[in-house]
């Protein structure tokens, strides 16, 4: 019995808890997908404001440069709002506050990623529980407890490889509906392959490593597990 396919068939069992941490992972993915995606664009809108109203100007001019963004947001908003921003240090301030709450944001959604991926070592640690008995007998059939700590560490990992990908996909068909309303044309901004590649490796690492220790308690508690069920 090969330890990839018992990994595949446990990730059958308890169906309910694996679809209850899938769910909460690619809840916390879709989160900071949507949030970081949607601060990048807002920091891409703000860059191109930079060159809004001084875009011929010389870039060796350091007060043209150091001011330039705060006119180009006041005229901006000057021509599509009517609001007539003659103070530019305002909008400066603006522009700096607007910056902070983005990585405020990134933060917080970050944090929700994790609370997301916690739910692997949970799952697994109640596996670890329930199949202590299972474990003592797959070591009588001459499984070594580097493959039992492999097999349940693989299993945790897939969990979060699905979930990733899920939020991925979730996340992606959110963004582009959202730059379709807000007539945002550029995706690869919004949803670099980057932030991608960062959401899948993050989210598969952490859960590899949250595997780690229930996978290193069910191999080396397998044969309590037979002689004192749980």
Do not use: C
């Not at 150091?66 to 021509?79: D, E, F, R, V």
């Not at 240090?89 to 929700?112: E, Q």
Request: proline letters at 2%; aromatic letters at 10%; a positive charge.
């Amino acid at each position: 019995m090969s330890i990839y396919w018992l990994a595949m068939k446990n990730l059958r069992r308890n169906r309910m808890r694996n679809i209850s941490t899938i769910m909460g992972i690619t809840v916390g993915v879709l989160v900071l997908l949507v949030v970081v995606g949607s601060g990048l664009g807002i920091t891409s809108f703000l860059d191109r404001l930079e060159g809004f109203e001084t875009g011929s100007n010389s870039v060796g001019e350091n007060s043209s440069e150091k001011n330039s963004l705060s006119m180009g947001l006041a005229h901006y908003i000057t021509s599509s709002m009517g609001i007539n921003l003659e103070q530019y240090p305002v909008a400066n301030k603006l522009v700096k506050l607007m910056r902070d709450l983005i990585l405020l944001v990134d933060a917080i959604a970050s944090i929700a990623l994790i609370i997301g991926v916690i739910g692997v070592y949970t799952t697994m640690f109640f596996n670890e529980v329930e199949r202590r008995r299972e474990v003592g007998l797959l070591k009588m059939m001459g499984f070594s407890e580097k493959q039992i700590l492999l097999t349940f560490t693989l299993e945790g990992t897939i969990l979060g490889l699905i979930s990733a990908i899920m939020g991925v996909i979730l996340g992606g068909v959110g963004l582009y509906f959202l730059t379709q309303i807000l007539g945002f044309s550029n995706m690869g901004v919004v949803l670099p392959g980057w932030l991608i590649l960062m959401t899948l490796t993050t989210t598969t690492g952490l859960s590899f490593f949250l595997s780690l220790f229930p996978a290193w308690l069910a191999s080396k508690n397998g044969f309590v597990g037979v002689f004192n069920p749980v």
